[in-house]
Nanobody
Framework: VQLQASGGGLVQAGGSLRLSCAAS?????????MGWFRQAPGKERDLVAA????????LYADSVKDRFTTSRDRATNTLYLQMNGLTPEDTAVYYC?????????????????WGRGTLVTVSS
């Protein structure tokens, strides 16, 4: 399975971006939990948001609650991350990942497939 994240870029503080993650093989991840992680320079890769297999349940890091929203379109095998109210602290490379099972997890080790990241830079 190949995952490709897109939609990153440079935005001013307070702005918005929408990231997308497309899977290369249909059906392979439509029954898997999916997650968004981010990694800033010199820091670990941490979970930002995750969604279960049918989109009915989501999980967010405290730092992005009420600002970020993740969703998925199982018909097109696409995962989204809507990011509003961006701050310089959100600057990082963002990665999408597919979990080994139907539910999400906070642990990187529970994700079997990873996409190449997309860089988000928020200027002050």
């Amino acid at each position: 399975v190949q995952l490709q994240a897109s939609g990153g870029g440079l935005v001013q503080a307070g702005g918005s971006l929408r990231l997308s993650c497309a899977a290369s093989i249909r059906r392979t991840v439509s029954n898997n939990g999916m997650g968004w992680f981010r990694q800033a320079p010199g820091k670990e890769r941490d979970l930002v948001a995750a969604v279960n297999w049918n989109g009915g349940d989501t999980l967010y890091a405290d730092s992005v609650k009420d600002r970020f929203t993740t969703s998925r379109d199982r018909a097109t095998n696409t995962l989204y991350l809507q990011m509003n109210g961006l701050t310089p602290e959100d600057t990082a490379v963002y990665y999408c990942a597919a979990a080994r099972g139907a539910w999400y997890s906070r642990s990187r080790s529970d994700y079997a497939y990873w996409g190449r990241g997309t860089l988000v830079t928020v200027s002050s």
